[in-house]
T-cell receptor, first 119, second 109 residues
Framework: EAGVVQSPRYKIIEKKQPVAFWCNPISGHNTLYWYLQNLGQGPELLIR????????DSQLPKDRFSAERLKGVDSTLKIQPAELGDSAVYLC?????????????????FGEGSRLTVL | QKEVEQNSGPLSVPEGAIASLNCTYS??????FFWYRQYSGKSPELIMSIYSNGDKEDGRFTAQLNKASQYVSLLIRDSQPSDSATYLC?????????FGPGTRLSVLP
């Protein structure tokens, strides 16, 4: 079974340029997450989807970040314009489980990440 | 206070020793906890979950949860160089997972 696929793996851009990241979750996983991970830090949630609905985007900086999940499968995260502080790894994760319950295994399947460098 | 806190390390232990990784959490974090392992340059992977007070063992790994003290730990027995990685503690905050900053473990041969 294929895992979570992300692209591109690496992206170097100049500040003020746009950038987009793509994620294909594991087949059948309805829940999709985008996380941001800075060096030496844990992943921080940007947005969570249940199917095509963004159920939590409270941490997404909406002035420059946008995301979509058309048809409840693939997802795209966009930054426009990029700033120096956006340099980080952008992780996509998927799960077959909805929200936290006592029976939730807590297993998120992460992609390899997209490393962004803004110059 | 951050929702989930960990000592960033690095924690260095000799091969064969017990590595003890610790995590504390705020009372806003619900009491199901997860340990993820992240090798350098790779993505996190789940290695243990614990939902109730006490110990949970899986092979060389033991997770411990103490709700009264708001404390979660991961013990790795017979540590191997291949265990060298960053270990992330995670819990539920609202409807989402929240991760600690991770503890970097180095197992010395």
């Amino acid at each position: 079974e294929a895992g979570v696929v992300q692209s591109p793996r690496y992206k170097i851009i100049e500040k003020k340029q746009p950038v987009a990241f793509w994620c294909n979750p594991i087949s059948g996983h309805n829940t999709l997450y985008w996380y941001l991970q800075n060096l030496g830090q844990g992943p921080e949630l940007l947005i969570r989807y249940e199917n095509e609905e963004a159920v939590d985007d409270s941490q997404l900086p909406k002035d420059r970040f946008s995301a979509e999940r058309l048809k409840g499968v693939d997802s795209t995260l966009k930054i426009q314009p990029a700033e120096l502080g956006d340099s980080a790894v952008y992780l996509c994760a998927s799960s077959s489980e909805r929200g936290p319950t006592t029976m939730n295994t807590g297993e998120l399947f992460f992609g390899e990440g997209s490393r962004l460098t803004v110059l | 206070q951050k929702e989930v806190e960990q000592n960033s390390g690095p924690l260095s232990v000799p091969e064969g020793a017990i590595a003890s990784l610790n995590c504390t959490y705020s009372d806003r974090v619900s009491q199901s906890f997860f340990w993820y392992r992240q090798y350098s340059g790779k993505s996190p992977e789940l290695i243990m979950s614990i939902y109730s007070n006490g110990d949970k063992e899986d092979g060389r790994f033991t997770a411990q949860l103490n709700k009264a003290s708001q404390y979660v730990s991961l013990l790795i027995r017979d540590s191997q160089p291949s265990d060298s990685a960053t270990y992330l503690c995670a819990g539920f905050y609202g409807q989402n997972f929240v991760f600690g900053p991770g503890t970097r473990l180095s197992v010395l041969p």
